[in-house]
């Protein structure tokens, strides 16, 4: 089992550009996290989405339908297939558990939800406002969706399609700002990137922070609903 940190992380910002943790001995951290963000220029993918064995994040997901549950995300081994070799990514919720496919190609990540499924592209460096690309995801609305509440498949079956990365209906995703982000849990991010992406009449929006990765998503906003939407996750622990 991963030890975890809580996303109560405190990250402070001494002089102009250094920066220190500052926690107690136990672990226990106050709700600041000062992340570096977007710098507009060529990084490793990595940065934004960590792939190392065991890491773990951990998300609270509310539905507007009334319902909660909590969603954990674990990186496993790395396995070939298709001529490439990927991250095991292993999705579990309250009564759920799946296991999809990270690929980072140093600029890119692409997420594939089976070895025999094509890819979609989730991120491409160099995140700068206005950029977009296409996910290249042409089976989307025919899988389900561990994240929905729907039934998902088991892990370890490549040949089932389901998701456990929460991408639902994304074509192509945009980079819309670089910002600050308060989650309900008051753990506060100082620099997030922010991406959308179309979910009919809706939109989908995700935020990543250096050296943590996805910390919190909306699917299904409205123009009026936003920020909330009808599914809300964020992240409340990571680690290794």
Do not use: H
Not at 22 to 45: H, K, L, R
Not at 88 to 93: D, K, L, P, T, V
Not at 215 to 226: N, R
Request: overall charge negative; aromatic content about 14%; glycine content about 10%.
């Amino acid at each position: 089992m991963p030890i975890l940190k809580k996303t109560t992380l405190i990250l402070t910002f001494l002089g102009l550009m250094a920066f220190s943790w500052i926690g107690c001995s136990d672990g226990t951290i106050v709700t600041y996290v000062d992340s570096p963000g977007a710098t507009g220029q060529a990084e490793p993918v990595e940065l934004y989405f960590p792939l190392d064995e065991g890491y773990t994040t951990i998300y609270n997901v509310t539905y507007s339908i009334g319902n909660s549950e909590q969603v954990t995300f674990t990186a496993g081994r790395t396995v070939s297939f298709q001529g490439i070799n990927a991250v095991e990514w292993i999705g579990r919720g309250a009564n759920s558990i799946d296991t999809g496919y990270f690929y980072p190609t140093g600029n890119a990540l692409y997420y594939y939800d089976a070895t025999n499924a094509q890819p979609e592209k989730l991120l491409q460096l160099t995140l700068n406002n206005g950029t977009s690309w296409a996910t290249n995801n042409i089976n989307s609305n025919g899988f389900t969706d561990i994240i929905t509440g729907t039934l998902p498949d088991t892990t370890g079956n490549p040949y089932i399609n389901a998701k456990d990365f929460p991408t639902i209906s994304a074509v192509s995703f945009t980079v819309e700002s670089t910002e600050a982000l308060e989650l309900n849990t008051g753990t506060y991010f100082s620099q997030t990137v922010r991406l959308s992406t179309p979910n009919g009449s809706r939109m989908n929006y995700y935020w990543y922070a250096q050296g943590i990765g996805l910390v919190s998503y909306v699917i299904g906003a409205s123009t009026t609903s936003y920020p909330n939407g009808d599914i809300v996750g964020e992240i409340v622990n990571y680690g290794i």
